[in-house]
């Protein structure tokens, strides 16, 4: 059953990525076939490119997704566990700041076209990302002060 549920979990990881990857390349062929006008080009090309560079730590936190899987498949010590774990969370800060460095341009776009819920609406993705990295830190902390106390680990 372990088995079974791990294989579905990087079966999930893969149909995440897959969409992500297609969606992010038509929409940069859409963009060189329909320019931003020009008039609000300095306020909308910051915030595109930030989506796309928040891709990169993305892919790269389900990328040790998938490997965080492999190593609880293949039980390997928690050292190399750990690892990982504390690469997801720096990869999860990283992603959250690229929203946060990002929304000021933003702010500029919803004063612009009167939508004040688009400030919210682009923070969510950063705050969905700080908790992931609060809840891997209580969990590495946990571990830690578990492991400590028992002699067989």
Do not use: C
């Amino acid at each position: 059953m372990r088995k079974l549920s791990i294989l579905f979990l990087k079966l999930s990881i893969l149909f995440v990525t897959l969409p992500l990857m297609l969606l992010a390349g038509y929409g940069i062929f859409s963009l060189l076939q329909n320019p931003v006008n020009p008039v609000y080009a300095w306020m909308l090309y910051p915030v595109i490119a930030g989506v796309y560079l928040s891709l990169l730590p993305l892919f790269w936190i389900l990328q040790h997704l998938y490997r965080l899987l492999e190593a609880v498949a293949g039980k390997k010590s928690w050292n190399e566990k750990e690892g990982i774990l504390k690469k997801l969370r720096k990869g999860s800060l990283f992603f959250a700041g690229v929203f946060v460095f990002t929304e000021p341009f933003v702010f500029q776009v919803a004063q612009e076209d009167d939508a004040p819920g688009l400030i919210i609406f682009f923070l969510i993705p950063a705050f969905f990302a700080l908790v992931f990295s609060a809840i891997l830190t209580l969990f590495i902390d946990r571990e830690k002060q578990e492991g400590s106390l028992s002699p067989e680990r």
